[in-house]
């Protein structure tokens, strides 16, 4: 993808090997820039307990697990001692509980906005999004389950119910007719495949002045800005490397940084720039990357169907924060509430419990079998 497109003298190109895991992460965790649609995509491809839509509960397998019956709620003995469902129940619901609940509810959510408005997602159009999907990367969809399961550790089962089935859903609440401009390709073909500006920062927490007085030890001491970022610098991941970070490009979001990168020359120490509150940033420019293509008619297609994904991604994040905000929920196990639109912390009398076993110390509520 574009991301290879440049030469990068502090960050290893990736090898072609790569491509298709890090095609992988993309697809099932969205894209980078929307934080909110990776967020959303993410927390439905590890739950397994929600009930799944476009796979009725007859269809449902349990080979290579043990069957529970409901007379036989023991699953498993130690000498003559046995080992309970509730109890495997409990260290479940301990270790997992909050993390699956959040993805049930979130489910849910978009489930009954999906009754509300009467949007239904079959089977056949879950399976035609994953054969669409496979086809996009060239890869038969029998490879493509086995590189979900390898590198994500997900079964065929959980990617329908947890990734497919709630993006498609999203997509219809959406609702949203797609259009690009000439503005937006032009916009898009700078930051994928123009000119980035290689660069070294400081990253400064606190006071302007205590960012102003590294600033003077900057321009006074150019050649030393790799040792006085290791030596100031607040930022954890490039610290160690000597301020070095990924070549700074256009339009990719923090518009006072690109301005000022992109003003720079070879040698140049940047002005002190604030880029959040009590945060400041110093650059370093160390050179310019070249890019690769150089006519936007060589990447038009591609680049038009990104820009389609993206804007596709961004009305799916809007929809379903809507949904949610709008939603009211009480989460019993984590002691939450959105009643009344306002979040609220629960206090223990307030908590209803309708089964399972009460300890002192908190409440273990019944799994559902």
């Known amino acids: 993808m574009s991301e290879r497109n440049h030469s990068q003298s502090a960050n290893h190109e990736v090898p072609a090997s790569a491509a298709p895991n890090r095609k992988l992460i993309h697809l099932v965790a969205g894209t980078a820039c929307v934080g909110l649609l990776a967020a959303v995509t993410f927390q439905f491809m590890r739950a397994e307990s929600a009930t799944s839509q476009t796979e009725p509960a ?142 070294r920062v400081i990253m400064v927490d606190g006071n302007i002045r205590r960012a102003g007085e590294i600033w003077d030890k900057c321009r006074a001491n150019p050649q030393d800005f790799d040792k006085l970022a290791k030596e100031h610098s607040d930022d954890p991941n490039s610290r ?68 389609i994904e993206e804007k596709t991604q961004l009305a799916v994040a809007e929809v379903f924060k809507k949904i949610s905000d709008e939603a009211e929920v009480i989460n019993y196990l984590t002691r939450k509430s959105t009643v009344g639109k306002a979040p609220t912390e629960l206090s223990p009398g307030n908590i209803r419990q309708t089964s399972g076993t009460q300890t002192s110390e908190r409440v273990t509520p019944a799994v559902a079998r």
């Open 58 to 199: 007859s269809q449902q397998t349990t080979e290579g697990r043990a069957s529970v019956s409901s007379k036989e709620q023991y699953l498993g003995r130690v000498n003559k001692q046995p080992i309970s469902y509730d109890e495997v129940a409990r260290e479940c619901v301990s270790r997992y509980g909050a993390e699956v609940l959040d993805k049930i509810i979130n489910r849910m959510i978009i489930q009954q906005e999906c009754e509300k408005r009467g949007v239904v997602v079959t089977e056949a159009e879950v399976l035609q999004e994953v054969q669409k999907i496979c086809k996009n990367f060239k890869l038969p969809v029998d490879a493509w389950y086995q590189l979900l399961q390898t590198e994500q550790n997900i079964s065929p089962q959980q990617y329908h119910r947890h990734v497919i089935w709630p993006m498609l859903a999203l997509k219809k609440l959406a609702g949203t007719e797609i259009t690009v401009s000439e503005e937006d390709m032009r916009k898009a073909f700078e930051r994928d495949y123009g000119p980035r500006v290689e660069v």
């Open 240 to 307: 160690p490397l000597g301020g070095v970070v990924p070549p700074i490009r256009k339009h990719a979001g923090l518009t006072q940084v690109e301005e000022e990168a992109f003003k720079l020359q070879p040698g140049d120490i940047s002005s002190v720039i604030q880029i959040d509150k009590n945060r400041h940033v110093i650059m370093k420019c160390e050179g310019f990357t070249k890019p690769v293509v150089a006519d936007i008619k060589d990447v038009w297609t591609e680049l038009h169907q990104t820009l």
